[in-house]
């Protein structure tokens, strides 16, 4: 069974940064696309970014590109997120997948494994 663990959320005023960490268990790794995704209270999970762990090839959504940089350490077992010009609509839980089925996706669907989730709370 795969685990995911994510760490790295908090409280930021707006315009701040933060950076987000899910360390991955050695068969969540099998994975070959991490992923981040967000769930702001009250809506549906929404896809950040993406990374292929083979290539390193990375993706955004239009509402992060330029703000927002995923990256990984493999020595670490570990992707991040690195955040920044935060905004209140940046508010929400930010949960780590991984998946197997394609490394520009942004739907859950396409992810198999998940973690808790780490909240951030921007203030104005």
């Known amino acids: 069974q795969g685990v995911l663990v994510e760490s790295g959320g908090g409280s930021v005023q707006a315009g701040g940064s933060l950076t987000l960490s899910c360390t991955a268990s050695?068969?969540?790794?099998?994975?070959?696309?991490m992923a981040w995704f967000r769930r702001p209270p009250g809506k549906e999970p929404e896809g950040v970014a993406t990374?292929?762990?083979?290539?390193?090839?990375?993706y955004y959504s239009d509402s992060v590109k330029g703000r927002f940089t995923i990256s990984r350490d493999d020595a670490k077992n570990t992707v991040y997120l690195q955040m920044s010009s935060l905004g209140p609509e940046d508010a929400a839980m930010y949960l780590c997948?991984?998946?197997?089925?394609?490394?520009?996706?942004?739907?859950?669907?396409?992810?198999?494994?998940w973690g808790q989730g780490t909240q951030v709370t921007v203030s104005s």
């Open positions: 997948a991984a998946g197997a089925i394609s490394d520009s996706s942004l739907k859950p669907a396409d992810y198999q494994q």
């Open positions: 050695n068969f969540a790794r099998a994975y070959p696309y």
């Open positions: 990374i292929d762990s083979g290539s390193g090839r990375t």
